[in-house]
């Protein structure tokens, strides 16, 4: 059974980079038929795709946040990672990985989420 | 990048019900869109995908339709279980977004 799980502060200073890592297991992340993805949601509200990363490296970014994410992947570790850099308050939120079935485009399996709060 | 605007925001409903949640994007997007559906406190939860299509292990109960820019979620004989958040995501351009969900609650 696949399984994603988050890691990462769960505090950030203002101004600061968020950095997450999903590890996934029950699987490997070096298939061509999955993309890696990031979906935050801020407490009480919906649901806001930041990214996805195919273990090639290719990249796809949300318009409004691409300037400050960068999501990489670790092929030797089964381990994909979100950098947000200067980060506010409205970057709080829960943060979860999720594994999407290329060419349906689906999330299928998610992590359980990481609480991030932006707090000096 | 591509709206998704979902209604109602909320929906009250009692158990044996049948309801329809309506997903509109502000392009056509074929069948590419999905559903899921969100607990407290639980991570999303695929539901239908490509428009029309059961994931596999959910309920019959479930069903979507549509394509272009509209589309449905409907749900027959409400389950205690079927009380819960949904939202369409839209997969026809990689920039993937969400519609701003749906609260069903016990009437």
């Known amino acids: 059974q696949l399984q994603l799980q988050e890691s990462g502060p769960g505090l950030v200073k203002p101004s600061e980079t968020l950095s997450l890592t999903c590890t996934v297991s029950?699987?490997?992340?070096?298939?061509?038929?999955?993309?890696w993805g990031w979906i935050r949601q801020p407490p009480g509200k919906g649901l806001e795709w930041i990214g996805t990363i195919h273990y090639s490296g290719s990249t796809h970014y949300n318009t409004s946040l691409k300037s400050r994410v960068t999501i990489s992947v670790d092929t030797s570790k089964n381990q994909f990672s979100l950098k947000m850099s200067s980060v506010t308050a409205a970057d709080a939120a829960l943060y979860y990985c999720?594994?999407?079935?290329?060419?349906?485009?689906?999330?299928?399996?998610w992590g359980q989420g990481t609480l991030v709060t932006v707090s000096s | 990048d591509i709206q998704m605007t979902q209604s109602p925001s909320s929906l009250s409903a009692s158990v044996g019900d049948s309801v329809t949640i309506t997903c509109r994007a502000s392009q056509s997007i074929s069948s590419s869109l999905n559903w899921y559906q969100q607990k407290p406190g639980k991570a999303p939860n695929l539901l239908i995908y490509?428009?029309?299509s059961l994931q596999s292990g959910v309920s019959s109960r479930f069903s979507g339709s549509g394509s272009g820019t509209v589309f449905t979620l409907t749900i027959i004989g409400l389950q205690p279980e079927d009380f819960a958040t949904y939202y369409c995501q839209q997969s026809y351009s990689t920039l993937y977004t969400f519609g701003q969900g749906t609260k069903l609650e016990v009437k």
């Open positions: 029950g699987g490997s992340i070096r298939s061509s038929s999955y993309y």
């Open positions: 999720a594994r999407l079935i290329s060419g349906w485009n689906y999330f299928d399996y």
């Open positions: 490509a428009a029309s």
